[in-house]
Nanobody, 120 residues
Framework: QVQLVESGGGLVQAEESLRLSCVAS????????MGWYRQAPGKQREFVAT???????NYADSVKGRFAISRDNAKNTVYLQMNKLKPEDTGVYYC??????????????WGQGTQVTVSP
């Protein structure tokens, strides 16, 4: 079993910054992609950013130029640096990992989420 634990959420004002972290642990053989998704109240969960084990990155258009995703493969950790936050960035941010478990079965795990609230 694999667990993802996020941290770093909080309440900030517009234009401020936050850094989210997510650590994966458990029966992991390898993690290929790690990413962040978010869900605003009353809306569906949406893609924010992903990063491959080789460092390839993808971002939602709404966060390009403001957010930066990075990872430490040795620590099975992914980060999301969020700058120039806007009230519309408010939501629960979920970490996601895709790869192989220690028994080589497919791994697709979600964290429990961390709340990010941006006030005007």
């Amino acid at each position: 079993q694999v667990q993802l634990v996020e941290s770093g959420g909080g309440l900030v004002q517009a234009e401020e910054s936050l850094r989210l972290s997510c650590v994966a642990s458990g029966n992991i053989f390898t993690i290929n992609d790690m990413g962040w998704y978010r869900q605003a109240p009353g809306k569906q969960r949406e893609f924010v950013a992903t990063i491959s084990s080789g460092g390839g990155k993808n971002y939602a258009d709404s966060v390009k130029g403001r957010f930066a995703i990075s990872r430490d493969n040795a620590k099975n950790t992914v980060y999301l640096q969020m700058n120039k936050l806007k009230p519309e960035d408010t939501g629960v941010y979920y970490c996601n990992a895709v790869g192989l478990s220690a028994d080589y079965s497919p791994l697709h795990a979600w964290g429990q989420g961390t709340q990010v609230t941006v006030s005007p």
